[in-house]
């Protein structure tokens, strides 16, 4: 045992000597470097990046569909269950980022943040009714009576993520079609964060629901409608709820460059953005919920359940940890200005094993987002 626990040991030291080399090689490149020609010596040294996005998030996770579902010949469809269970396919966020680049220097530091979140609350009732004989009159005469079965699935699902970067770079003067473009190579940190919490209600009569009065030789009560009696063959119930995380930290690497369009890149001018990113992450998925399934079975609607079957309430919970491989990047436009830029494009970003969505197995998913954003930057200094 002291030698598993010596190994994880190692292998986490062994991860943030890593993340720590290399914050701080970028952190001494970018003070020690000897400042280069700029071109420019009147640019701004510090650049404040603020934008939104509305993100396509894909990953999801198992539904939870009780044993009931698919015991027996469903008046209602399983599936409508599952659907109705679905994570939101959007989230909606925000970004900031801070630029510094010194007078007379390729190089410069930075730091960004994403932040995304989404929730949701979907009910589905789905019922059927028939008319019948369900008694008859004081006179003799049929009463007809509505024969009703029901199934009813409510879900609420919350969701957040948030992308943190910590790079240095250095503009490398590279192009993709000759004059009027600039690149950069950057390096650092990434750190992320995915949380999901949901919860699901499922309750179903699927025999028909009936409305009954005394038949004869019964004795007949003056206000009998007071004595109807709701009565069925089997009743469900069953409640899940649960939470579901994934953090992680490590190096990344990125390019990033701009092809002029019209105008001037460095003053006034319409410009293509396009960017590449890569990264490792290490970090722990973690799993946390509980569920509970009952039913019950009526002979008739005179007595009680003559069998019941409701199990004890069953606890998840899971810990791994994990590396996580992450690749992205964006294509875009830009509108330029000496001091100021904005920005409008699209954005992808996948992470490769993340999430765990399984309920009671662990079940790896992968997380994705992407969809449009857009940015508006001003600059300081120079």
Same mark, same amino acid.
């Given at each position: ?234 009743? *469900? *119930? ?145």
């Amino acid at each position: 045992m002291s030698e598993l626990i010596n190994t994880q040991n190692q292998t986490n030291d062994t991860r943030w000597h890593l993340l720590s080399t290399v914050s701080s090689l970028a952190l001494a490149i970018t003070l020690c470097t000897p400042a280069q020609a700029a071109g420019d010596t009147d640019r701004p040294t510090v650049w404040i990046e603020l934008g939104a996005q509305l993100d396509r998030v894909q990953g999801g996770e198992q539904a939870f569909l009780p044993p009931f579902l698919s015991a027996n010949p469903r008046p209602f469809a399983p599936v409508s269950s599952a659907e109705i269970q679905r994570p939101p396919r959007y989230a909606f966020g925000g970004e900031g980022k801070i630029t510094f680049q010194p007078d007379a220097s390729d190089w410069s530091v930075s730091a960004a943040i994403r932040y995304g979140r989404s929730n949701n609350k979907k009910q589905l009732h789905q019922q059927t009714t028939e008319i019948r004989q369900s008694g008859v009159t004081k006179s003799g005469d049929p009463w007809m009576g509505h024969w009703t079965r029901f199934g009813d699935t409510a879900s609420a699902h919350k969701s957040s993520y948030v992308i943190a970067d910590f790079m240095a770079g250095r503009d490398v003067g590279l192009g993709l079609w000759g004059r009027g473009n600039a690149a950069t190579i950057d390096f650092g940190v990434r750190f992320a964060q995915f949380t999901t919490s949901s919860t699901a209600k499922l309750r179903e009569l699927p025999d028909p629901f009936k409305e009954r009065i005394p038949q004869p030789p019964t004795p007949f009560f003056p206000s009998w409608h007071k004595y109807k009696t709701n009565s069925h063959n089997h009743s *469900y *119930y069953a409640q899940n709820e649960i939470a579901r995380s994934f953090t992680g930290v490590g190096p990344t690497l990125s390019m990033n460059g701009s092809q002029e369009i019209a105008g001037n890149i460095d003053e006034t001018g319409l410009a293509f953005d396009w960017g590449i990113n890569a990264a490792v992450l290490f970090g722990r998925q973690k799993v946390r919920g509980s569920h509970i399934s009952s039913s019950q079975y009526f002979k008739s609607f005179s007595n009680g359940p003559v069998s019941s079957s409701k199990p004890p309430r069953k606890f998840v919970a899971r810990t791994r940890s994990v590396t996580v491989p992450n690749v992205g990047g964006f294509a875009g436009a830009s509108l330029r200005f000496p001091n100021a830029k904005l920005s409008l494009g699209y954005r992808a970003d996948f992470f490769f094993g993340a999430m765990d969505g399984g309920i009671d197995a662990r079940d790896t998913r992968n997380q994705s987002f992407h969809g449009p954003f857009a940015t508006i930057s001003i600059g300081l200094g120079g």
